[in-house]
């Protein structure tokens, strides 16, 4: 029964700090990207194009191609 109970706190001890990092790591990358984008595009839409270019990275793509295909999806031409 013990090791019922400390199965929770085990997975919630693992999986919080896993998503505090992903998140930090999501936040980093976007202030960096937006802020190479400065004078270009308007502020919210470099965010929006540098947190797609993010989850275009994580999944295994080329960040620099992931923002270029955001720009275009994301930027008013």
């Known amino acids: ?8 706190f085990f997975l919630l001890s693992t999986l919080i700090p896993n998503a505090v990092y992903a998140n930090s790591e999501r936040r980093q990358f976007v202030n960096v990207c937006s802020n190479e984008l400065v004078g270009v595009y308007p502020n ?16 295994g ?11 275009l999806e994301h930027a008013n031409f």
């Open 1 to 8: 029964m013990n090791k019922l109970l400390l199965m929770p």
């Open 44 to 59: 919210r839409t470099a965010k929006k194009i540098c947190d797609c270019a993010y989850d275009y990275w994580k999944s």
């Open 61 to 71: 793509g080329d960040p620099a191609t992931g923002g270029y295909l955001c720009a």
